[in-house]
Every structure is written in structure tokens, then in C-alpha cells.
């Protein structure tokens, strides 16, 4: 595999009060609209804790702190891509009354819990949206001091 076709990734859990936070956005590859975690690729000499923070603040317009990272997922792509995706977790204790994505891309945001995910109309982007949940809900949590800084 060339490695112009692995893509680092990282992906926010946003849990708040038994919900999770949603990005709808349409699918560059096949133009329909997908929900993801918000998530995106990494930025040359960008740390995966930075990466993750700007990604969420560009797609949600929130700006938070993850309290631990629940794994990294695999996939590889139907386009011919592998990509590897660190999963953090956030967990506010309250949010601001109003927040928009700063990113045009985003085309709505959505609380859903993992059941009304599963049935939402509009699909998951791929089976990492469902993995990074699922790595919540069985209670993964992993200590954000397991990774080392950018040196």
C-alpha cells in the first residue's frame, strides 16, 4: 500500500446527558449525506490531543476538553484507503445555550443516544462511527496520559 493512501484520523465522542453529538455532512466520495462523530484528518506538526480539540471546535463550534480516548479503529476503505482513527471521549458537564459548526461542510448537528443512531434515516459514514460508540458503551476509557507528547 503507497502511504499517500493511509490517513491518521481522530474522532470525538461527545456524550452529554445519555446522547451523543452528531455531524451530518455529505459524502464526497458518493454525494449522499452521512452522520460521524465529529472527526477529521490530522494537520502537519499537530498533535493528536490539538487535532482532536480543532476538530470539534470547526464542526460543532464548541470548544472543549476530552476527559479519555477509547481506542483506535481500522478501516479499510471501499475508495482503496486505509484509515486509522483515535477515538477521544468528551464528556461536558454543561454546554452553551448556542453553537454553530464553523465549518460550511457540516450541514447539521444531531443529539441522538446509540438506539436512535441505529435508526436514524440519514446512515452512519462507516462502521467507525458505530465502533467509537460502542467502545463507550462498553466502558472503555483510557487515560489521556498514555500518550505521549509531540516532541
Given at each position: ?12 465522542v ?38 482532536v ?77 458505530h ?21
Open positions: 500500500m503507497s502511504r499517500n493512501r493511509l490517513h491518521l484520523t481522530v474522532a470525538a461527545i456524550q452529554y446527558q445519555g446522547r451523543f453529538l452528531f455531524v451530518e455532512e455529505q459524502d464526497k466520495q458518493h454525494g449522499h449525506k452521512v452522520l460521524n462523530q465529529p472527526a477529521g484528518h490530522m494537520e502537519e506538526d499537530e498533535d493528536v490531543l490539538s487535532a480539540c480543532r476538530e470539534v471546535t470547526e464542526e460543532t463550534g464548541l470548544i472543549l476538553t476530552p476527559t479519555a480516548w477509547l481506542g483506535i479503529s481500522q478501516l479499510a476503505a471501499s475508495n482503496g484507503h486505509t484509515y486509522v482513527r483515535i477515538n477521544f471521549l468528551f464528556e461536558p458537564d454543561s454546554l452553551p445555550q448556542h453553537y454553530q459548526p464553523q465549518d460550511n461542510d457540516i450541514l447539521a448537528l444531531h443529539w441522538l443516544s446509540a438506539d436512535e443512531l441505529r435508526q436514524h434515516p440519514v446512515p452512519a459514514r462507516s462502521r467507525l462511527v465502533d467509537a460508540i460502542n467502545s463507550y458503551l462498553q466502558g472503555t476509557r483510557l487515560a489521556l496520559n498514555l500518550i505521549e507528547p509531540l516532541r
